[in-house]
Every structure is written in structure tokens, then in C-alpha cells.
């Protein structure tokens, strides 16, 4: 072969090889930022469904420590969350949602708190709050996918 035919087919081959390098690499780079969107707006819509879950749930929570339930009409909100927090949570999440639920639901049942009781209801803080399991799995599950990208 002649040299000039091998150093014109080395330029096409290294040129082709050159390109496709490049194409490859903004492939790769626009696919993993895709993903990263879509990781973020995933976090996003499960953090403001957990919080208008949780500030939902609070809100009944107090509710139920003063008043007994007449009309299920007032839990309709939480286990309408409940069943949407139900479609994207994971098993851990979920669980802690229905505790919290099942503890609102049932101090609905028991005697109204006083407000002596409901003030040393809230010094003791954590060991009353109904929520604290569920903030805590949120707080867990929204860091490992905050740490995926």
C-alpha cells in the first residue's frame, strides 16, 4: 500500500474515532443530567407530600386531644394523603404514615385532655408526638435519594 493511502485512511479512522468519543460522551453527560431532573423533581414531590401529610396530620392530632370524632368527615384528609403517600412511599414510610393514623384515630376514642394534660403532653415531646417515626423515615428516605445524584 502506498503511504499516502495509509496516512489519509489513519486520518479518517482517527477522526472517526475522535467523533464518535465525543458523541458518546454528550450522550452519556445528557442522559445522567436527565436522570439527576428527574431524581430532584422526585424528591421534591414526595417532600411536599410528606409535609402537607405531616402538617394535616398535626393539625388532627391536637384535634383529636380536644374534641372526640362525631364525623369521620375530619379523618378524610389524612387517609386521603395516606393513600397518596400509598403510590410512591417506600414499605418503611408507609408504615410509619399508618401508625401515625392508627394513634390519631385512636385518641379520638379516649377522653378529652385538659389543658394541664395537653401541656405535659407536650413537654414530653417525642415520647407523645404520633409523627415522629414517619418525619424521622422521611428524613432517612429523602437523604438516600438527595445522596443518588
Request: hydrophobic fraction near 45%; charge should be positive.
Amino acid at each position: 500500500m502506498d503511504a499516502n493511502i495509509v496516512s489519509a485512511l489513519a486520518g479518517i479512522v482517527g477522526s472517526l474515532c475522535g467523533g464518535s468519543a465525543s458523541v458518546a460522551t454528550a450522550w452519556v453527560t445528557q442522559r445522567t443530567s436527565s436522570k439527576r431532573q428527574t431524581i430532584r423533581a422526585e424528591a421534591k414531590k414526595r417532600e411536599a407530600l410528606y409535609g402537607e401529610f405531616i402538617h394535616e396530620c398535626s393539625a388532627r392530632a391536637l384535634d383529636a386531644c380536644e374534641n372526640t370524632l362525631e364525623k369521620g368527615e375530619r379523618l378524610l384528609s389524612i387517609y386521603a394523603l395516606l393513600n397518596r403517600i400509598r403510590l410512591c412511599a417506600s414499605p418503611s414510610i408507609l408504615s410509619a404514615a399508618e401508625a401515625a393514623v392508627a394513634a390519631i384515630t385512636a385518641q379520638y376514642s379516649r377522653p378529652n385532655l385538659s389543658a394541664e394534660e395537653l401541656s405535659a403532653l407536650f413537654r414530653d415531646g417525642a415520647k407523645a408526638d404520633p409523627l415522629r417515626a414517619f418525619a424521622e423515615a422521611c428524613r432517612a428516605e429523602l437523604k438516600s435519594i438527595h445522596a443518588a445524584f
